[in-house]
């Protein structure tokens, strides 16, 4: 360790970044001194199975990613709760809200983003009562309090974020209408023919749709929540009554801090291969706050790619490693919804130098699109029926050369793209946990150390802690062990 580094390393933001750090870290270097502030005074948590909190399927203690005597075992300074207020580069120090000022050799900066809210009348004084965001398991606690009296709920805006409050709120008995100012659901991810499957499944559940629908403002009546005005097309105006108002505007990198110690701030903190501040070495940054390369990363594989990266040069383990970016994966799996996208999913049949794969059954809620270009695959949208989504995420991730049976790649069984979904065709170096980076020879590993489960497996890997979506195909492949192992021994 340098002489700059004695004064050991501080973490700002405990989420699913700040903790996945901290975890890597100690991985690797168990004596360096670790302080990690938190804003939110709880554990830090799985954000992307809060859906299921909100929906009461899942309880909230269950989605923890860190035991309650991790930090004092690993020697580990926790201060949850406690907000950084300041940074003073020059001295290498924090100021935090309890009034302590933290010395730092290096600073790593992981504080995510915050909800975005709209500027319109109704919200420029504040949320008023009825009107929560949809972001942090308190916003959870508060939205669930919110639902015990509320029969109505309207969610503001149908992206990632929109869609899981929405299937939440159904999940608590409530009316729910989902407006979008898109003319199709979650368009960053879908194209116009998936969002339209998207809104015919939220149908079938029970979640009403409203397109090129333009919010101009709350409406409220002795401090709460009343109605939600939409701007008609050709003027006037048209309310909405409801109980309860679910912001899900999107998010914005929160760079205040930041911003304030006069690094360089793009759409967030600017870094470099090495996650370090291009104005200052000793401060480095991870996750949604970090923009490399001009992209801001919203999702948890990266943010957990850039953690070990970091961990790896900063314990000195890994000295060669760098971030040179990552591929965009979204998955989205709520009761009654399953997706995943990834890529460029919006070329159609007459763009020019792609091949375009489609199948589409909406009165089943299904939808499978797979874009390929020179024969790899660019994009792909399973919507309904995603078993196939491991073997497209990896030909996607390696850009792996594609079979010559296109078919394969949206059915299994009907090609040589979907015999890697078998575990017994699976190469060892094929990925299961995309989020964690799990391989099936890790798996491998795991059970002939004795994990014979998924949660075995889990704790040993990580596999399936991130958005879930994997735990079917861990499961699978630990049976398929087992089979082998029963077949060699009669």
């Known amino acids: 360790m340098s002489p700059a580094d004695t004064a050991g390393i501080v973490v700002v933001g405990n989420g699913m970044a700040g903790s996945r750090f901290v975890d890597e870290l100690r991985a690797r270097d168990a004596a360096t001194p670790v302080t990690v502030f938190g804003a939110e005074a709880q554990r830090p948590y799985n954000r992307i199975l809060l859906s299921n909190v909100l929906a009461g399927m899942t309880r909230p203690d269950h989605i923890s990613l860190v035991d309650a005597a991790w930090y004092a075992s690993h020697g580990v300074d926790a201060r949850l709760g406690v907000e950084v207020t300041r940074i003073d580069r020059e001295a290498r120090t924090v100021h935090a809200s309890d009034g302590t000022v933290t010395p730092y050799g290096t600073l790593v900066l992981a504080t995510g983003s915050t909800a975005f809210i709209p500027p319109m009348p109704g919200l420029r004084d504040g949320l008023p009562r009825g009107a929560q965001v949809f972001r942090t398991l308190e916003d959870c606690r508060r939205i669930s309090e919110l639902a015990e009296s509320a029969r109505r709920a309207v969610v503001v805006g149908g992206g990632l974020l929109g869609i899981e409050a929405a299937r939440g709120l159904m999940g608590r008995g409530l009316e ?3 407006l979008h100012l898109a003319g199709h659901l979650m368009e960053r991810q879908l194209d116009p023919a998936a969002g339209k499957v998207l809104a015919r499944t939220l149908a079938a ?14 409406r409220t009546a002795g401090g709460a929540v009343t ?12 309310v909405i009554d409801t ?12 760079v205040s801090l930041a911003r304030k110690a006069g690094l360089a701030v793009g759409r967030a ?20 706050c970090s923009e490399h390369r001009d992209e801001v990363y919203g999702l948890v594989a990266p943010a957990w790619e850039q953690a070990a990266v970091l961990a790896g040069l900063l314990a ?3 000295p060669a490693a760098r971030f040179t970016g990552a591929r965009q994966i979204t998955r989205l799996k709520a009761a009654g919804i399953e997706l995943a996208s990834m890529g460029e999913t919006h070329f159609g049949d007459d763009d020019e130098d792609v091949e375009v794969v489609r199948f589409t059954d909406a009165a089943r809620g299904t939808y499978k ?44 069984g009907a090609g040589g793209a979907a015999e890697a979904e078998s575990p017994l ?59 082998q192992d029963t077949v060699g021994a009669a």
């Open 176 to 178: 729910v209408t989902v």
């Open 205 to 218: 559940l029970g979640i009403g749709t409203r397109l090129q629908a333009e919010v101009a403002g709350l």
């Open 227 to 238: 109605g939600v005005e939409l701007g008609l097309p050709g003027g006037g105006t048209e």
């Open 243 to 254: 109980d309860l108002v679910i912001l899900a505007c999107g998010v914005r990198p929160e």
């Open 269 to 288: 903190v600017v870094v470099d291969d090495e996650l370090r501040s291009v104005t200052d070495p000793s401060v480095r940054a991870i996750g949604e």
């Open 316 to 318: 000195g383990t890994e």
């Open 369 to 412: 699109k797979a874009v390929i270009r020179d024969g790899r695959l660019i994009g792909a949208i399973l919507l309904g029926e995603t078993s196939t989504a491991g073997t497209l995420t990896q030909l996607y991730d390696r850009a792996a050369p594609l079979p010559a049976e296109r078919l394969g790649l949206l059915f299994p």
């Open 425 to 483: 065709r699976m190469p060892d170096a094929a990925t299961v946990c995309q989020c964690n980076n799990v391989s099936k020879g890790r798996i491998r590993a795991c059970w002939q150390g004795g994990a014979r489960t998924a949660d075995a497996v889990a704790r040993e890997t990580r596999a399936s802690t991130g958005c879930g979506s994997c735990r079917s195909a861990v499961e699978g492949i630990l049976a398929w062990l087992d089979e």
